[in-house]
């Protein structure tokens, strides 16, 4: 049976610093996603068995878990590719006209996902998509790893707003830790996944 498998960090864990401090990333990496890495691995056989046994009682709950730790770990798989000890800067090239185009601003863009990001209610995540029905960028929120979340959307970019990304060096204090992940945005791999999805 095909499983979830957790990824290397591309980077060391003090890569980072001083806007992530290594031992948030540790932890984050080596407990927290892989926790969720666990959980959609544990709940897949859960259905199995479930459906081996054709009782279906459960299957509500079981769908919803598995759906919570399966968003967390793509989440997170695209976290950390999105981030790079080299990063930074601005986007360029066709992402930054589509940003141009589609938020009228690099600044416009900057100032709505930082604020989708800082404003998310409990824990949650600010992301940056391409929405293929209308073939346009758009912000999302995602609460927990669930909602508020276009359906056919392909995240390109994202930013972890739980406790768990930053409570140790940044404390309660969300933005600054938003301000401090613009500037390790690994431009590149976003603008890869950006060609990728409107090729699709």
């Known amino acids: 049976m095909t499983v979830y498998t957790l990824p290397d960090l591309p980077y060391d864990y003090g890569s980072?610093?001083?806007?992530?401090?290594?031992?948030?990333?540790?932890?984050?990496?080596?407990?927290?996603?892989?926790?969720?890495?666990?959980?959609?691995?544990?709940?897949?056989?859960?259905?199995?068995?479930?459906?081996?046994?054709?009782?279906?009682?459960?299957?509500?709950?079981?769908?919803?878990?598995?759906?919570?730790?399966?968003?967390?770990?793509?989440?997170?798989?695209?976290?950390?590719?999105?981030?790079?000890?080299?990063?930074?800067?601005?986007?360029?090239?066709?992402?930054?006209?589509?940003?141009?185009?589609?938020?009228g601003s690099f600044e416009g863009f900057h100032g709505q996902l930082s604020a989708a990001t800082t404003l998310v209610q409990g824990s949650g995540w600010g992301?940056?998509?391409?929405?293929?029905v209308a073939k346009r960028l758009i912000v999302e929120q995602v609460y927990d790893h669930h909602g508020n979340v276009a359906q056919s959307s392909v995240p390109l970019l994202a930013f972890d707003a739980w406790e768990h990304a930053y409570y140790l060096q940044y404390k309660n204090v969300r933005p600054d830790f938003v301000k401090a992940m613009w500037e390790v945005v690994n431009w590149q791999d976003v603008a890869a996944r950006y060609a990728a999805a409107t090729a699709a």
Do not use: C
Request: charged residues 25%; without cysteine.
């Open 127 to 132: 992301v940056l998509s391409y929405e293929p």
């Open 16 to 103: 980072l610093e001083p806007h992530i401090n290594g031992h948030i990333l540790e932890l984050h990496h080596d407990k927290h996603h892989a926790a969720y890495v666990k959980g959609a691995n544990d709940m897949l056989e859960r259905i199995d068995e479930a459906r081996d046994k054709g009782d279906f009682s459960g299957i509500v709950g079981l769908e919803k878990t598995l759906a919570f730790n399966v968003t967390g770990h793509v989440l997170h798989s695209l976290y950390w590719a999105n981030m790079s000890p080299e990063g930074g800067g601005r986007p360029e090239g066709d992402l930054a006209e589509a940003i141009d185009e589609y938020f």
